[in-house]
């Protein structure tokens, strides 16, 4: 079993940037693939961004492309976001597989509660 913990969300003004951290506790993070994903109120899950579990394969949504970076260490998986806006507004989850990434949340068997993300215009 793995318990999923996101940090790093907040309140920052469009354009602004934040970084956010996705640890494990029971297993190491090294041997799952990650994915970030968000929901926004009223709005269904949508996929952000995954990366594998080497760190050399990533993936994005064409509407954080550009402006948001995936990457991982051997202990915790990040999501960098610049230019950040308002539409960017959501709670966001990391999530793990032992698969390959996938912008599929039925693909991933773990999931992290969630961090909110909220950015004034």
């Known amino acids: 079993q793995v318990q999923l913990v996101e940090s790093g969300g907040g309140l920052v003004q469009a354009g602004g940037s934040l970084r956010l951290s996705c640890a494990a506790s029971g297993r190491t993070l090294s041997t799952y693939a990650v994915g970030w994903f968000r929901q926004a109120p009223g709005k269904e899950r949508e996929f952000v961004a995954a990366v594998s579990r080497s760190g050399s394969a990533t993936y994005y949504a064409d509407s954080v492309k550009g402006r948001f970076t995936v990457y991982r260490d051997n202990a915790k998986a990040y999501l960098q976001m610049n230019s950040l806006k308002p539409e960017d507004t959501a709670v966001y989850y990391c999530?793990?597989?032992?698969?390959?990434?996938?912008?599929?949340?039925?693909?991933?068997?773990?999931w992290g509660h969630g961090t909110q993300v909220t950015v004034s215009s």
């Open positions: 999530s793990a597989n032992r698969g390959s990434p996938t912008g599929r949340a039925q693909a991933y068997d773990y």
